[in-house]
Structure formats: C-alpha cells, structure tokens
C-alpha cells in the first residue's frame, strides 16, 4: 500500500467539533450523514472524543465489490479560532502482510 491509495478529503464545517462528533457517532445521526443506501459494516478502531476517530469499513450486501478488503476511515476534527472545524476524511486500504514465502505481491516482512 502507498500513500496514493488513500483518498483524502479536508474542509472547513460550519459547527463547532462537539457538533461534529456527535455527527461521527450517534448512530441515528451516522445513519443520516455517512451511511448510504448499501450496507456498510463499521467497526470502531481508535477514538478519542471531539478530535479523531478511525473506523474499520467493510462492503457487504447486493452491490458490494467482490474481493475487496477492509478499508480504514479516519476523520479528524480540528477547532478553528471561529469556532468551527477543519475537517480531514483519509480513506485507506487495509495492509495484509504477505509470508516471505509467498507467491503474491505485497508487503513482506523477513524475520532477522
């Protein structure tokens, strides 16, 4: 995985990051504002209130890409000194390690 698998989105919301992270975490608000019509399984990772949260996303149900692995959603909330928030989405691709051993691409990891 490279840095360029990531899909990035930053922008500047008219709410205050309390507001923002509720937004992020009240399932009936989550459903509203992210979750679109096919089913997304969501899993949180890391967390830590008002200032950053990662969710595990994984496609399920009709219209799901076949094979595709778990991703990595990361939203990032930062105050700006008018009381709103600067706001950074990164969407990544989970890493697999791959045996040293093994046929496919992809990272290695050699023991010393």
Known sequence: MTDSDELVFE?????PPEKVWRALTVPEYLQRWLK???EIDLAVVTAEENVSLTYRWRE???GAVVGVED???TFEL???SDGRTWFR????????SIAANSN?????MLAA
Not at 89 to 96: D, I, K, S, W, Y
């Open 71 to 73: 991703s990595v959603v």
């Open 78 to 80: 930062s105050p700006t």
């Open 104 to 108: 496919e691409a992809g990272p290695m």
């Open 89 to 96: 989405l990164t969407h990544a691709p989970v890493a697999v």
């Open 36 to 38: 679109p019509t096919q």
């Open 11 to 15: 922008c500047e919301l008219d709410a």
């Open 60 to 62: 399920s149900g009709q």
